[in-house]
C-alpha cells in the first residue's frame, strides 16, 4: 500500500509595507499552503497574490483564519464566544474563498491560526462553533486539526472531511496537545531529529513526548516553516528526507 504525506505551511503573512515570510520559496518545497486571511496576518492584496502564486505551483490552497489581533500576531489568548468564533470563521473562510473563486482553485481545507487554533483543540464549545462556521460556507473543505484532538474528533462525527496534522519541528505532550512556546522542549531544532521524528509519526503513528513516554497518533499532513533561510533548509530536509522513505509527498487533491 502506497503511504502519502501531505507537508503544510503557512502563508500569506506579510501586511502592508511589511514583508514576513518567503512564501515563493516555500512553495517550492509544501503540497498545501494556509493562506492568511487578514485578521492574524495578511490583506486582500496578499490574499490575492498567494492564491495565484498557489495555483501557478500547484500548491493546495487553505485559508488560515485567526484571531482579530494584527500586533499580537493571533498569537495571544482572547475573550472569545461561540457566537464570535462563528462569525469569524464566516467573514474570514467566505474572503478566501472568493479569491479562490476568481482563479478557479479549490479551497482544499481550513486550518486555524495561533491562539485561536489552541483554543478550539480544548474548548468544545469554541470548537462547535468553528465547525457551525466551516460548515455554513462549504461543507465539502477539509478541517485540519490538530492529530487526535476534540476538534478531530467532533468533525468527523460531523462527517467533515478531517486531515489530522503534526509538528515537525514541535515537541508533543502526554496528552498529545504542542508543549508551550515558553517551556523547555517546546521546539526541534535538529533537521535529522524532526525528520525521524517525522518518520516515526508517519510510518508507525507513533511519537516520543517531552516526558520521554511514546503515544500514539495520526499523521496526514505535516506542518512545516518557512520564514528565514534555515527554516527553508529545514523544510528541504523533511521533504527529502521523506521521499527517500519511499514516502509519497502529495496534497489531497493529488492522489
Known sequence: MKQYIDLNSDLGESFGNYTLGMDS??????????VACGWHAGDPLIMEATVKMCK????????HPGYPDLMGFGRRK??????????????????????????????????????????????????????????????????MVLSGSYIAKEAERRDIPVIQEVFADRGYTEEGTLVPR????????DPQEALERVLMMVQEGKVV???????????DSVCVHGDNPKAIAFTNYIHEGLVKAGVIVANFQNR
Open 78 to 143: 482572547m475573550a472569545v464566544s461561540p457566537d464570535e468564533a462563528r462569525a469569524y470563521m464566516i467573514y474570514q473562510l467566505g474572503a478566501l474563498q472568493g479569491f479562490c473563486n476568481q482563479y478557479d482553485v479549490e479551497l482544499q481545507h481550513m486550518k486555524l491560526h495561533g491562539a485561536f487554533y489552541n483554543m478550539a483543540c480544548v474548548t468544545p464549545d469554541i470548537a462547535d462553533a468553528v465547525l457551525d462556521g466551516l460548515q455554513a460556507v462549504n461543507s465539502k473543505v477539509r478541517a
Open 25 to 34: 520559496e516555500v512553495l517550492n518545497h509544501v503540497t498545501s499552503a494556509n
Open 209 to 219: 513526548t517531552n516526558t520521554g513516554k511514546t503515544i500514539d497518533i495520526a499523521a
Open 56 to 63: 501557478e505551483k500547484g500548491v493546495a490552497v487553505g485559508a
Open 182 to 189: 515558553t517551556e523547555e522542549g517546546a521546539f526541534i531544532k
